[in-house]
């Protein structure tokens, strides 16, 4: 996540074709954040940004395939690998109840339900059947899985993450 309101959403991985198509990777796992007519921003690795439009979007393999509009040719998508892809905050959905925004989570605290501190969210990432939060506390890492038996609380307002981690977690 980009401070402020900004979310990255993705990350364009190349071309696709001669006619400006491109290859996306979807933060988010889904289409819903690309749907036509959603003005995306592109921030170049030199901090650049550039605003375009969806015209027309597929799922492509583990990718999404995204045409633009005002990008028609294969040379000008070509430029553009390797930019994020930035939404503001206000424009995403409010997630269900019980599930959480990966970026929402990277940094709260962690504690087993005695109390204890076990460290601070530092990243996550997904197995298929649910997503991981990668909890350090100095050297030491833990990875705890998201289900419901063992994630408890979530207080986004207090920055806590209640959990109650099985014997042979720790």
């Known amino acids: 996540m980009i401070k402020d309101d900004t979310l990255l959403i993705g990350k364009i991985v190349g071309v696709h074709g001669m006619k400006g198509c491109l290859k996306v990777y979807s933060f988010d796992g889904s289409m819903d954040l690309f749907g036509p007519g959603r003005q995306i921003r592109f921030k170049r690795g030199s901090g650049e940004m550039k605003t375009y439009t969806v015209k027309e979007v597929e799922p492509y393999k583990k990718f999404l395939r995204i045409v633009f509009e005002d990008l028609s040719d294969r040379t000008a998508a070509e430029s553009l690998v390797g930019c994020e892809l930035l939404i503001n905050r206000s424009e995403m959905p409010e997630p269900e109840a019980g599930r959480w925004y990966w970026c929402d989570l990277i940094g709260l605290a962690v504690y087993q339900v005695d109390g ?55």
Do not use: M, R, W
């Open 116 to 170: 204890a501190y076990l460290g601070h969210v530092e990243n996550l990432f997904e197995t298929g059947s649910n997503d991981v939060l990668v909890v350090k506390q100095g050297d030491t890492e833990i990875l705890i899985p998201v289900i419901a038996s063992i994630v408890c609380d979530v207080d986004l307002e207090e920055k806590k993450i209640k959990v109650d981690l099985p014997d042979g977690l720790l």
